[in-house]
């Protein structure tokens, strides 16, 4: 049974930096392409990043290109998007998918404020 688990968000202030992990069981990681979205308050899911199953590759929205990086981890099954620069309009649950199937974890919030 798929599943991923997405940890390591919080609390930072604009300009700060984070860093989203996200444990994936249950496949095969190493053959997967990934993907990281993101849901604001109020709003509908986002792209953000993702990345192919070799990591060679990888393709981010304009909203996080230049701050944000993704990549990733097959012999530890880990996906990983660093965040640097962080601005208020980050604030948001950030979820990794598989992309075969569509599954993704349950999500970890991120809220940049002064």
């Known amino acids: 049974q798929e599943r991923l688990v997405e940890s390591g968000g919080g609390f930072v202030q604009p300009g700060g930096s984070l860093r989203l992990s996200c444990a994936a069981s249950?496949?095969?990681?190493?053959?997967?392409?990934m993907t990281w979205l993101r849901q604001a308050p109020g709003k509908g899911l986002e792209y953000v990043s993702s990345?192919?199953?070799?990591?060679?590759?990888?393709r981010d929205a304009d909203s996080v290109k230049g701050r944000f990086t993704i990549s990733r981890d097959n012999a530890k099954n880990m996906l990983y998007l660093q965040m640097n620069s962080l601005k208020p309009e980050d604030t948001a649950v950030y979820f990794c998918?598989?992309?075969?199937?569509?599954?993704r974890g349950q999500g970890t919030q991120v809220t940049v404020s002064s």
């Open positions: 990345i192919n199953m070799g990591g060679e590759m990888t």
């Open positions: 998918r598989r992309d075969a199937t569509d599954y």
């Open positions: 249950g496949f095969d990681f190493s053959v997967n392409s």
